[in-house]
């Protein structure tokens, strides 16, 4: 079975700076997917990066970057720079690879981006 | 670009009703899912399918079952829909090859009365 665990239920930062939103992924396989998703209020789902267990370069787009230490089972997002249009919640998720298998979700960060 | 399309975005429906959520995608991905989304609870997975006519439980399916009898098509099946199903739904589908990323449906806000 896979787990996936943000213990970070709210967090805030204020424009311009950096925040780092943490996930652990609980898995005793060694291929899978890490992902983290934004839900800003239009509800629609956006994948704002994503993480090939096997890679070992940490995955980054633009201001997203993710820290991902396996043998820790560790996968934060570092947002930097934040703008108000971060404000979102942000969702962990992890999977398998391979069909068949399911997509499991952390329980979620609400960021808040404040002046 | 990948559509997921659920067939409505907010329902009102009475207790002991059965309610049918329809998702479909147009991209012929096999893995099709459904989750409920509940204020800090995240998403759980109710149940997902990896084929036609096949399906696995999920860690919330009690109360619910699915059909799938097309590709494109995930139906999430409320049999006698009760208060504590009030909820969004979200359906997602996945290829889980290539530039792996699962798109999601835009949501049914689904509130039993």
């Known amino acids: 079975a896979q787990t996936v665990t943000q213990s970070q239920p709210e967090m805030s930062v204020q424009e311009a700076e950096t925040v780092t939103l943490s996930c652990t992924y609980d898995t005793s396989e060694s291929d899978y997917y890490l992902f983290w998703y934004k839900q800003p209020p239009s509800r629609q789902m956006i994948l704002v990066i994503r993480q090939e267990a096997y890679k070992q370069q940490n995955a980054t787009e633009n201001r997203f970057s993710v820290n991902f230490q396996k043998a820790a089972k560790s996968f934060s997002l570092k947002i930097s720079d934040s703008q108000l249009g971060d404000a979102a919640m942000y969702f962990c998720?992890?999977?398998?690879?391979?069909?068949?298998?399911?997509?499991?979700f952390g329980t979620g960060t609400q960021l808040k981006v404040e002046l | 670009d990948v559509k997921v399309t659920q067939s409505s975005r907010y329902l009102v429906k009475r207790t002991g009703e059965k309610v049918f959520l329809e998702c479909v995608q147009d991209m012929d991905h096999e893995n099709m899912f459904w989750y409920r989304q509940d204020p800090g609870l995240g998403l759980r997975l109710i149940y997902f399918?990896?084929?036609?006519?096949?399906?696995e439980k999920g860690d919330i399916p009690e109360g619910y079952s699915v059909s799938r009898e097309k590709k494109e098509r995930f139906s999430l099946i409320l049999e006698s829909a009760s208060t504590n199903q009030t909820s969004m739904y979200l359906c997602?589908?996945?290829?889980?090859?290539?530039?792996?990323?699962?798109?999601f449906g835009q949501g049914t806000r689904l509130t039993v009365v």
């Open positions: 997602a589908t996945i290829l889980w090859a290539g530039t792996t990323e699962a798109f």
């Open positions: 998720a992890g999977g398998l690879t391979g069909g068949g298998n399911k997509l499991t």
């Open positions: 399918s990896y084929d036609v006519k096949m399906k």
